[in-house]
Each structure stands twice: as structure tokens, then as C-alpha cells.
């Protein structure tokens, strides 16, 4: 999940360094996320916004998954930056989740589903704050494959984005361009996704031209190729990448 806002240089983005402990992306700077629970696929969430067929339309998957992927989108970020997109009704926002601490803990444990949550909460997810981003796929070769989609999303007014995860070291906002320019100059580590991403993030001025962007869903994936006994990662478009084996 992309968490954006407008600060005083422009767009921000929300991101977080992995610890190093990690069995995967290590003491990566990332964007908040993970992976679905089959309980993310529960009927009973409580649902304001585009349906699942349409999320499924965009993502080509079935509304099963697509409904699933929406809703681990909402709860990995909520365990892990605190950021809950839901509210008591269709129209409104929770404030500050502080109070959501012991079912943030909950859910972090998988002692409570998304749905249990919302439900004993009287919350109902806001799926039409989202926008689908990209869908990228991990190189075939990997030892550990994902196809990953990537959403977009405004700072709540009145929430706070934290670092209270066990996944990250640190925590922080950051223009594309900054989180850029750390990467060149070796102060951060990006997977190819998140810098594409950061690229793509860079060409918008505020949160308003960003979550208003047509978005191309194509499955992206990209290729490993060995040169000079190093092993380098090819990206659709880039020289050599359809020769590439």
C-alpha cells in the first residue's frame, strides 16, 4: 500500500526499512503490506466502495480473490503503520486508532480476522478510498514467488502513520524523489518494484493527480539475467529484456 500525502515539497510517500532478520527483502525500504489470510476473503466484511467484480476486472483475478486482496490491503496496513481505512459509515473516517491497539495486536497474531474486527467495531471497510496501481509478479528463478498487487491511498485526516511493527527498524515519510536519490546514493535499498513505483509517484505533484491516474494493470515480470557472474534483474522495456532466458 502506498500511504501518500501533501507536504511542503510535494507528494509524500509513507515508507518503511525491514529489519534484516527477514526471510524476505531483508533491509528493504518498502511500502506497508503483506500477504492475504484466507479469512481476508470473508463475505461479511462490511463494504463501502467499487465492488469486487470491478476490483476483479482490473486485477484480472476472480471477485473472490479481488475481495480478499482489498481486504488484506486494508488490514496489513492497519498492523502494520496504524492506518485503518474504514469508518462507522460509508461517509466518515475513524480518527485516531489508538484505541484499536489490542485488536492491531490481534490481528498481528491472527487471533482476529478483518471481519471479526470491523464487525465488533461497527466499521465498515472503504474500499473506495483504494486505487489499484500495478500487479507485479517475482522473477521465475526466485526461491520465493508472489504476484503482488500494489494500491494507492490518501493519509486519513486525523490518523498517524507509526513504525509499531516487528517487521521494520524504522519508519518514515519521504518525497519519491528523496527515497530516490537515498537509493543512488546507497542510504536505502529498493526491490525494483519499489523504485519503479517511487518513479512513477515522482511524476505527480499532489495526492490529487496521483489517486486520479489511469493506471495500466498488466502483470510485470520482470527477468533474472547473470552478466560479468553477477546477477542482474531486467525490467519489460529495458534493453535485452526479450532476448533474455
Not at 36 to 64: I, K, L, N, Y
Not at 134 to 147: A, F, H, K, L
Amino acid at each position: 500500500m502506498m500511504l501518500v500525502r501533501d507536504g511542503s515539497a510535494g507528494l509524500e510517500v509513507f515508507l518503511q526499512k525491514r529489519v534484516k532478520g527477514m526471510a524476505f527483502a531483508a533491509g528493504m525500504t518498502v511500502f506497508p503490506g503483506g500477504g492475504v489470510d484466507p479469512r481476508d476473503a470473508d463475505v461479511s466484511v462490511s463494504w463501502h466502495g467499487p465492488e469486487p467484480d470491478w476490483w476483479a476486472q482490473r486485477f484480472g483475478c476472480t471477485p473472490e480473490t479481488a475481495r480478499a486482496l482489498v481486504c488484506a490491503a486494508v488490514r496489513e496496513t492497519f498492523e502494520e503503520s496504524g492506518v485503518l481505512l474504514a469508518g462507522p459509515d460509508a461517509a466518515t473516517l475513524v480518527g485516531d486508532t489508538g484505541h484499536y491497539a489490542a485488536a492491531r495486536a490481534a490481528l498481528v497474531a491472527r487471533d482476529l480476522s478483518l471481519a471479526e474486527f470491523l464487525a465488533g467495531e461497527g466499521l465498515v471497510l472503504r474500499a473506495d478510498l483504494l486505487r489499484p496501481w500495478s500487479n507485479w509478479v517475482t522473477p521465475e528463478g526466485e526461491p520465493r514467488r508472489y504476484d503482488t498487487r500494489f494500491f494507492l491511498a490518501a493519509m486519513p485526516t486525523g490518523q498517524q502513520a507509526d513504525g509499531s511493527t516487528s517487521e521494520a527498524v524504522e519508519a518514515y515519510w519521504a518525497t519519491p524523489r528523496q527515497a530516490l536519490a537515498d537509493f543512488a546514493d546507497g542510504r536505502c535499498h529498493l526491490l525494483p518494484p519499489t523504485r519503479v513505483t517511487l518513479e512513477e509517484l515522482a511524476e505527480h505533484g499532489g495526492t490529487g493527480t496521483a489517486l486520479e491516474a489511469e493506471r495500466t494493470l498488466a502483470k510485470i515480470i520482470p527477468k533474472l539475467v547473470q552478466r560479468d557472474g553477477r546477477w542482474h534483474v531486467l525490467l519489460p522495456g529495458e534493453p535485452g529484456f526479450e532476448e533474455a532466458k
